[in-house]
């Protein structure tokens, strides 16, 4: 491509030598000046190119109006991801070995759907505490049951009653607490040794950093379960368009040959701290499966007008780099000057423009590059 553009630039400047007095040729913004033509190329102004328009058209460049209207959207890239309002990890509250692991990646899994077993000592101890509890409270129940019988026969004191009534109550208790730690630690099931991990939701298995037979720490991850029937897009947007984003504005996401529309949920009233962006959430059906967490993906955000106005788009071909400013080459009477413009996000193959532009010029829409090489030159010969 860039082969092309310096042809384009070598033409124009035979052209431009061979060509003495161009023919007066029209134009549909404003039309070609006499006197100009006949020079060539010279440079009166900052950033003007004289050219008449047989020099343009042979030059092969195009001619077109910036695109307005709308609000517009900005096309940029972003990244599938879990909604954390459904995504889970299931860590292991004790320590021990893992001896079974009954899910792989992908795999779906219910709710209290036993996912792994821990043989752990620590495990053994908390069932024994359970079993001697439940003991103990039989025991003590059925003191307090022959007291209630010896004390309707007259034949033990009240306080003989009070005292089994206390110690089967401080029983009870003494079970349920057992009964709690063993659920505190996020397990049913198994034998003496061994604890049950269960699913707490509904999902699929997404991420499982453990082996078989491999001894965790209290508190590790064992699987990462994520209910996927919506997932969730991250975008990072630039303050200024940001500010045109609302909740429930569209986003159209395309990748590989799929497109689906998502709604923007969440727009940050902070910037993150590093990027200096604006984090924006949108959310996406997905009961069909056809997203993936952490896939790259393309969105298109619809961007909301503020103040009645309409974004102001031109091809990307149409913007050049002159002195370090962007630029855009306006249609003059006679030829072009390079109008500095300051740019936005790209939507498509068009890049919004936030200021520099009305709408209503002519511009070079191809073969801008050409005229960039003949501004130079003439900036060159200007200075000599």
């Known amino acids: 491509m860039k082969k092309i553009h310096v042809a384009r630039a070598a033409s124009l400047a035979l052209l431009l030598a061979a060509c003495g007095g161009g023919a007066d040729a029209g134009n549909e913004a404003a039309p070609t000046n006499e006197a100009a033509g006949a020079q060539g190329e010279t440079h009166a102004d900052d950033g003007a190119v004289t050219l008449t328009a047989e020099q343009i058209a042979a030059a092969g460049i195009q001619l077109g109006r910036p695109i307005v209207g709308g609000a517009g959207t900005i096309a940029l890239p972003a990244t599938i991801e879990g909604d954390p309002q459904a995504t889970q990890v299931v860590s292991a509250a004790i320590g021990g070995r893992v001896v079974a692991l009954t899910h792989n990646l992908g795999q779906s899994v219910g709710r209290g759907q036993t996912i792994a077993i821990i043989e752990s000592r620590e495990a053994a101890q908390l069932k024994g505490d359970v079993e001697a509890a439940r003991v103990r409270l039989q025991l003590a129940n059925s003191n307090f049951a022959r007291e209630q019988r010896l004390f309707s026969q007259r034949v033990s004191p009240e306080q003989d009653l009070i005292a089994a009534r206390t110690a089967a109550t401080e029983a009870r208790i003494a079970l349920t607490q057992a009964r709690s730690q063993v659920s505190a630690a996020g397990v049913s099931g198994g034998g003496l040794n061994r604890l049950g991990i269960v699913a707490p939701i509904r999902g699929q298995v997404i991420a499982r950093p453990v082996t078989l037979g491999q001894t965790v720490t209290a508190d590790a991850e064992l699987y990462r379960i994520a209910n996927l029937d919506q997932v969730s897009l991250s975008l990072n947007l630039q303050p200024a368009d940001a500010s045109?984003?609302?909740?429930?504005?569209?986003?159209?996401?395309?990748?590989?040959?799929?497109?689906?529309?998502?709604?923007?949920?969440?727009?940050?009233?902070?910037?993150?701290?590093?990027?200096?962006l604006v984090p924006v959430?949108?959310?996406?059906?997905?009961?069909?499966?056809?997203?993936?967490?952490?896939?790259p993906v393309t969105a298109a955000v619809q961007l909301t007008g503020s103040g009645g106005s309409s974004s102001i788009r031109v091809p990307s071909t149409a913007i050049q780099t002159n002195e370090g400013k962007s630029v855009v080459f306006v249609r003059t009477p006679k030829g072009f000057q390079a109008t500095p413009i300051v740019p936005g996000d790209?939507?498509?193959?068009t890049v919004i423009v936030r200021s520099g532009l009305t709408g209503n010029e002519q511009i070079a829409t191809t073969g801008s590059f050409t005229l960039k090489a003949e501004l130079g030159k003439g900036e060159a010969t200007h200075e000599d």
């Open 281 to 295: 959430i949108a959310t996406l059906d997905n009961r069909g499966g056809t997203w993936r967490v952490g896939e």
């Open 346 to 349: 790209a939507s498509g193959d």
């Open 244 to 276: 045109r984003v609302r909740p429930g504005n569209v986003v159209m996401v395309s990748a590989a040959g799929r497109q689906a529309s998502a709604r923007i949920t969440f727009v940050s009233p902070a910037l993150n701290s590093q990027t200096r």
